[in-house]
C-alpha cells in the first residue's frame, strides 16, 4: 500500500541557511499534518492541513511557513536554521480531520 | 489543556510473557486515542484506535488497549510478547470537542523484551 512520502530523508544545513522539506501525502488523504521530533523528545504538532486550508497550528516558529498544493502535497519552509532546529520531521496524512494519522519516514534536519 | 502521560519511560518483558504499556490521558471533552510505535530511525506506525465503542481495542500484531473512562487509562496490552516487539511506543490523544486536529503525545516508553 501506498504511504507518506517524504524529502529528502536527510539534510545537512548551516546556521541562518534556508530549507524545504516536501510531503506526499497518501491518495485520497486531503489532511496533512507536521511535526518535530527532537532527540529523545516525543514528537510535537507543529501545523496541519485540510483541503489545502490551514486547519491547526502548534508550536511552529516564526520563521517556519508551511503549505499545501492543490495536489495535496505539503511543504514545510524553514528559515535562519537554528542549531535547535535539528530534528526529525514527520509528515503524516489522513483522509479528513477525524481518522487516525499515517506518518511518513521522516525527514532528518541536522543544522551545523 | 490536553496532555498524555506514560508513566514508564522503559518496560523489561521476557518474550512470551504479557506485557503492558501504561498510559493516562487528560482532556476537557471525550477523548480520541491512539497508540504508534516507532522503530529507530523510522517513522511512528499506527497500532489501535479508540474512538467510541466498545472499550476493548483489538489493533495490528496482535496488541489491544482498553479504554477505561473512570481512570481516565488506555493502556496497551499484548498476551504474549515477541523479541520483534521491541520498539518505543507512544501514546497520543486528541480532544473532539476541542477545535484543531492535532495529536498530543506521551513521552513515550521503550519496550525491550529479552529472548
Known amino acids: 500500500a501506498a504511504g507518506v512520502i517524504q524529502s529528502p530523508r536527510h539534510l545537512i544545513k548551516e546556521k541562518r541557511e534556508t530549507a524545504t522539506l516536501k510531503c506526499y501525502p497518501i491518495p485520497r488523504h486531503d489532511t496533512v499534518y507536521w511535526y518535530q521530533q527532537g532527540p529523545g523528545q516525543d514528537p510535537q504538532f507543529l501545523i496541519s492541513f485540510y483541503e489545502k486550508m490551514q486547519s491547526d497550528k502548534g508550536s511552529i516558529p516564526d520563521r517556519f511557513s508551511a503549505q499545501q498544493f492543490s495536489d495535496y502535497h505539503s511543504e514545510l519552509n524553514m528559515s535562519s536554521l537554528e542549531l535547535g532546529d535539528s530534528a526529525l520531521y514527520f509528515c503524516?496524512?489522513?483522509?479528513?480531520?477525524?481518522?487516525?494519522?499515517?506518518f511518513g519516514p521522516g525527514t532528518r534536519l541536522t543544522v551545523l | 489543556a490536553q496532555s498524555v502521560a506514560q508513566p514508564e519511560d522503559q518496560v523489561n518483558v521476557a518474550e512470551g510473557n504479557p506485557l503492558t504499556v501504561k498510559c493516562t490521558y487528560s482532556v476537557s471533552g471525550n477523548p480520541y486515542l491512539f497508540w504508534y510505535v516507532q522503530y529507530p530511525n523510522r517513522g511512528l506506525q499506527f497500532l489501535l484506535k479508540?474512538?467510541?465503542?466498545?472499550?476493548l481495542v483489538k489493533g495490528s500484531y496482535g496488541f489491544e488497549a482498553e479504554f477505561n473512562k473512570s481512570q481516565t487509562s488506555f493502556h496497551l496490552k499484548k498476551p504474549s510478547a515477541l523479541v520483534s516487539d521491541s520498539a518505543l511506543y507512544f501514546c497520543a490523544v486528541r480532544d473532539i470537542e476541542q477545535a484543531g486536529t492535532a495529536l498530543i503525545f506521551g513521552k513515550g516508553t521503550t519496550l525491550s523484551v529479552s529472548s
Open positions: 479508540y474512538i467510541t465503542g466498545d472499550n
Open positions: 503524516a496524512s489522513s483522509p479528513g480531520t477525524d481518522n487516525e494519522q499515517f
